[in-house]
């Protein structure tokens, strides 16, 4: 079945870039439009943004000047990356897979990611 | 951006209660929603997209319903497994929004 699973450093210090993979098994990742979706710890769930294959994408007003989205179709991974990160990022990061339904129906685990010096 | 209200934000329930969750947006949305449930530690579960189809493998106590701005997620008889935060979203137009969530807790 597919699966998704985000990677990432688990600490970046403030100001720096993060980057995270999403590695999708199961599937091609030409066929979906994928999502990064973040929590904070104890909050409720923000979306950060979603791209396809063919260049569409979308993202979130409030981090849009931050965020950059690419894939390797060679690899089926795809990527965030956010850069000039503060204590505000602290959160955990998942990807998601855009359904036929539109809703995201598949979920990889998270990767907690928390910005500190 | 769509604001999306649930409520409550905390529900306590005995097995087998009914328990209804509502989910307000703050302009029409047509049925573009979705139900998420998130057990403690783990990612969320598509339970329900376009407001009323239940995803493949959900348990039948689960349904949704409404459309526009009002849309109501119901167990039909809350089981131990439902310990759960359940989130909203909208995905009629972006961003995407999800709800501030509600806990659901078994008495």
């Known amino acids: 079945q597919v699966q998704l699973r985000e990677s990432g450093p688990g600490l970046v210090k403030p100001s720096e870039t993060l980057f995270l993979t999403c590695t999708v098994s199961?599937?091609?990742?030409?066929?979906?439009?994928w999502n990064w979706i973040r929590q904070s710890p104890g909050k409720g769930l923000e979306w950060i943004g979603y791209?396809?294959?063919?260049?569409?994408?979308n993202s979130s007003p409030s981090l849009k000047s931050r965020v950059t989205f690419s894939v390797d179709t060679s690899k089926n991974q795809f990527y965030l990356k956010l850069r000039s990160v503060s204590a505000a990022d602290t959160a955990v990061y998942y990807c998601?897979?855009?359904?036929?339904?539109?809703?995201?129906?598949?979920w990889g685990q998270g990767t907690m990611v928390t910005v500190s010096s | 951006d769509i604001q999306m209200t649930q409520s409550p934000s905390t529900l306590s329930a005995s097995v087998g209660d009914r328990v209804t969750i509502t989910c307000r947006a703050s302009?029409?949305?047509?049925?573009?929603l979705a139900w998420y449930q998130q057990k403690p530690g783990k990612a969320p579960k598509l339970l329900i997209y376009k407001a009323s189809s239940l995803e493949s493998g959900v348990p039948s106590r689960f349904s949704g319903s409404g459309s526009g701005t009002q849309f109501t997620l119901t167990i039909s008889s809350l089981q131990p497994d439902d310990l759960a935060t359940y989130h909203c979203q909208q995905y009629d137009s972006y961003p995407w929004t999800f709800g501030q969530g509600t806990k659901v807790e078994i008495k």
């Open positions: 199961g599937d091609s990742i030409r066929n979906y439009a």
């Open positions: 998601a897979r855009d359904g036929v339904s539109r809703a995201s129906d598949i």
């Open positions: 791209f396809y294959i063919n260049g569409s994408t």
């Open positions: 302009q029409s949305i047509s049925s573009w």
